[in-house]
């Protein structure tokens, strides 16, 4: 993983003001580094040279007073430094996660909805971005001062003396040569034992979660033992990992210190034998730790800050996932007989078709009742008439004219869909019945509700109406949530401006029997008089519907048999 | 946090991790070690610098040069070493808090928290939580109290007032500035914590309900509130970012201004007579090195604040009370059994959920439970596998009432699916195993073949059975049950999660492996209630109707108003779900 993705500096343009703040404030800080050792050494040498504070007159106390004072305001500009680049840091990480997120927002948003795993995506875009925080306040900044601080000491080092230069020219760039080394050889051992610990870490999950079952079959004690020993094998196979990862650390640690203490017994006989003056020595002895310290801040932070990056790179590589696209025309919305003319649709990546070779009619103002089993394509059929998916051969034609011509917009503003697990908003009752019609009156809301069989539902609620719903319409059940997307359509169905398509998804699956006879009554208004398919694997569904409703059955992967009922 | 009046998280999160003293010492040792090794290696280098310009003989500095290079050298083996010993202290430590919080549960099965997977994973990290407690919590700053008190104690020897001095900056910065910045810090997590929320709801909306917001024309209204939210959440960061900076800056400043304190108190001192030339030099370094003390304390207070949090979340689950009282150990009988439930009500902290419930199912014969959601079937299921305590009635198997038996007794004679059974992260083998630990291989292969699951003994079934089909995952749940040659077989929702197509064949295969054996299915939907015996409606805790199924839609009743447009419950035949495993994610 690289330190510094260039894909992100070209992203977040904050990333890029960011880069050069911490570039400032590193230059600056280097020299309040520099500027306090050399201070400091001063101060020391000269006060032990005899010039006191209080000596009488003469420019050595003075000039030793201020120089003490000059201390102090090192120390208040280190600080004022240390806290404006920290904040400056945690603002430029806030606008560039914005920045991230809503660039991964509305690409994911863009064109028509598409298979993801949308909970990945909002962990990602939320907690996931949130790790850049570390690398943003923590990380950059030390890396922009392990790479000043080094090369400014050395060259103050080596203009006062240097042989201790050498040493530390010498030492420094076998740091990260011992550590990339290191670190090659830990990554080669840590995959190894990675899939071991993956599976020894998750056990005690595993074990907790299935405690119910094991106490069913008696067996919730006898698994105890097995707990310990699991977490012991994980302790033995984890203890092997970082007997290798600590090495690394080791590395640094040991060259950063033990070339400080030879800097210091080098400087020492050289300021023995009177090569330098005691202020050089001091100075030398308090600037060589501060060539090493940015480098070993690096190494401490470079594994939580590489959490950001892996979050940064998902969203690349999320953004890098081409968006849905259909062929988007911008005819005007057709009318009549739905045709499929010989329909194929194959998504990529699949072996079999999802649906091969249908053809089919959806008469006007007529219910057709599609059948079958899962995987025959059922859900394909209503993606299609939802124009979330293209037919990879073969065209959809409503009334004669190709339905691929259309504003793919305008004619989904004459479907009523109901999926088969209804996506509610946090909103009001009100709001979620209003999705697709936000400036339908109340009257039409409540007699779209009462339709879809709501009124019982919104009277046992808080507020009515106005009750918010909660994430993912938690307040609700399964049933009652499949009749707020009733109501959804009803509204959308009653407002639609051309006769409206109604299309509705295995309308009481998994329902208890109470909210699945709500549900048909329900089922059996909206689709009276209109144009309407129903997708079910239930063929008692034709028991419900107008004697004039047609059955077509879908076989994977074509359709086998098709007709008029009665 | 809010003083309650239970112990503190903290302090209970010690006692469970029950600390492993010498272990945690000898970390501790050694890392106040490392770090002395870096502060004395700079007091030392400036004692010989001092010392060497004053031109003694080279002898004078040799111990001094030998003792140097050996720090040098110190700081890392001594680092490296505490990791090691402490990661492993707190990986033994972990093995304990498993161990203890696992025998809790095991204990008192609170099995109705189990509902929510959240929970669970929850519990599990918040577990896993005390190994933080000694490496990044506890460590860190014992080792500090250690050096510092030692860097301490030597500046005091070399100037008294410098050493105080040193002693305030250290405190001040290793115990006021990460409470200070932690008190800093509640209100604006608190207000990223609102925003947040308020964010990950419409990036939830805009993203989960993507093909409802397209079909409705609505996704720009749920972009323009997710780019509100984030707008929001951005602008409170930004805000806060200068009060988040403050502790960077205070460690700053009561470093800078420590050193210029012992540059002033020194030269002070050396002007007066009372301080020789070289210990200023060593006071001066001393304090400018020991600030490295501190610098991990922030990041330690931080980390005992999440453990606390952490621990009393998981004592919020361990102090649950057991669901069931103890009772008589006695056996149960096994074999055929009439089961015969009288006036059975229970309750968990409300209402009751079941209120005078009367249930038969002779031996061998096939009883369904139908009725609601919320009627009290899944409590009935819960006081059979005894899970749940009854509050009276009687529960009789053949002669032994269930309710005055130990669970283990009972789970002995009495079996079945559980709502969601769990499926280990294992083969099919040790899944199957688990019932009956003896079982043959053959015996397992006859269980599965009645189950009608094709699947090979060594297959792995992946974490949770995600390699395994909802039907499938069924059928091995049911084969489990089964090896244990129950009694009674109770099935609780087996096919809640099913598509329609599978759920027809699942119920079908369930059944025809029970026959002849006492089953009670528990049931939301009205699929296959042709293959039972007797049918009982159950609503709000008590039996509303029940006979044969042709009586109950004879009469007008819940049943014969509702099994209008329930499939027919022949089996479809069209699909399987039988057979070989399916991959881990299957698509749309």
Known sequence: MKPLDPRLLRTASAVRTHLLVATGCGAALTGLILLQAWLVSRVVARATGGAGLESTVGSASADLALAIAAVAAVAVARAGLAHGAEAAALRSAATAKSQLRMRLVRHVTAGVPRDRDAGELVTLATRGLDALDDYFARYLPQLVLAVMVPVAVLAVIAGADWVSAVVVAVTIPLIPLFMALVGMHTQARTNRQWALLNRLGGHFLDVVEGLPTLALFRRAKAEAALVREVTDQHREATMGTLKVAFLSAFVLEVLATLAVALVAVEIGFRLLYGQVDLETALFVLILAPEAYLPLREVGARFHASMEGIAAAQQVFTALDDRAGVIAAGTGAVPSGDLRLHDVTVRYPGRDRAALDDLDLTLPAGRTTLVTGPSGAGKSTLLGLLLRFVDPTAGRITVGGDDLAAADPDGWRRGVAWVPQDPHLFDDTVAGNIRLGEPDAPMAAVRRAASLAELDDVVAGLPAGFATRLGERGARLSAGQRQRVALARAFLRAERSPVSPLVLLDEPTAHLDPDNAAAVRRAVGRLVEGRTAVIVTHDPAWADELPGDAQLARLEAPALVAGGLRR | ?588
């Open chain 2, 1 to 588: 946090m809010n003083g309650t009046a239970h112990p503190d998280g903290l302090v209970r999160m010690l006692a469970l991790a029950r600390p492993r003293g010498g272990r945690f010492a000898l970390g501790v040792v050694l890392g106040a070690a490392a770090t002395a090794a870096g502060v004395g290696l700079l007091s030392l280098a400036a004692w010989l610098i001092a010392t060497a310009a004053t031109h003694p003989g080279v002898t004078a500095l040799s111990v001094a040069v030998v003792l140097t290079r050996a720090l040098g050298v110190t700081r890392g083996v001594a680092r490296y070493l505490e990791r090691l010993v402490t990661h492993d202290a707190a990986l033994r430590t972990l093995a304990d808090a498993r161990d203890r919080v696992y025998a809790r549960l095991a204990a008192t099965e609170p099995v109705r928290r189990f509902r929510s997977g959240d929970l669970v994973s929850r519990l599990v990290s918040d577990t896993d939580a005390t190994q933080d407690l000694l490496v990044r919590g506890l460590t860190p700053p014992l080792a500090a109290l250690l050096v510092g008190g030692g860097v301490v104690a030597l500046s005091t020897a070399l100037l008294t007032e410098g050493g105080l001095l040193l002693a305030a900056g250290l405190v001040l910065a290793g115990v006021a500035v990460p409470l200070l910045a932690a008190r800093a810090g509640r209100g604006p997590g608190r207000r990223a914590t609102v925003a947040r929320a308020e964010l990950s709801t419409a990036l939830v909306d805009a993203l989960q309900g993507a093909p409802d917001l397209v079909a409705y024309g609505a996704m720009d209204r749920a972009v323009a509130r997710v780019e509100a939210a984030d707008a929001d959440l951005t602008r409170t960061a930004r805000r806060d970012a200068r009060l988040l900076g403050l502790g960077a800056g205070a460690t700053a400043l009561l470093a800078g201004l420590t050193l210029w304190g012992s540059l002033l108190l020194g030269v002070a001192a050396v002007t007066a007579g009372r301080l020789e030339p070289i210990p200023l030099a060593v006071l001066v370094l001393t304090a400018l090195a020991a600030f490295e003390i501190v610098a991990p304390l922030p990041a330690a207070a931080a980390r005992l604040g999440a453990v606390r949090a952490s621990g009393e979340r998981l004592f919020g689950v361990l102090d649950t009370p057991p669901q069931v009282r103890p009772a008589a150990d006695e056996p149960v009988p096994a074999g055929p059994a009439d089961l015969r439930i009288r006036d059975l009500t229970v309750r968990y902290d409300g209402p009751l959920v079941l209120d005078g419930l009367d249930l038969d199912v002779p031996a061998g014969a096939h009883v369904a439970v139908v009725g609601p959601s919320g009627a009290g079937k899944s409590t009935l299921a819960a006081v059979l596998f005894r899970f749940q305590d009854a509050e009276g009635g009687a529960v009789r198997l053949g002669d032994a009432d269930l309710l005055h038996r130990s669970p283990d007794a009972v789970r002995g004679v009495v079996s079945g699916v559980p709502q969601d059974p769990h499926v280990f992260d294992s083969t099919v083998r040790e899944n199957l195993r688990l019932a009956r630990p003896a079982a043959t291989d053959d015996e397992l292969l006859d269980v599965l073949a009645r189950v009608r699951l094709d699947l090979d003994l060594d297959d792995p079934v992946g974490i949770r059975g995600s390699r395994l089909s909802g039907g499938m995952r069924q059928r091995l749940a049911l084969a489990r049950a089964l090896l244990t040659d129950p009694a009674l077989l109770v099935l609780d929702e087996p096919t809640a999660h099913l598509d329609p197509d599978t759920r027809d064949a699942v119920l079908d295969d369930l059944l025809d492996a029970a026959v002849g054996r006492a089953t009670l299915l528990i049931t939301h939907d009205l699929a296959g209630l042709e293959r039972m015996d007797h049918v009982y409606v159950v609503r709000d805790g008590r039996v509303a109707e029940h006979g044969t199924l042709a009586e109950l839609r004879a009469t007008d009743g819940w049943l014969s108003g509702r099994q209008k447009g329930q499939p027919s419950g022949q089996p479809s035949g069209l699909l399987s779900d039988r057979g070989a495993l399916s991959p881990a994610t299957a698509g749309r």
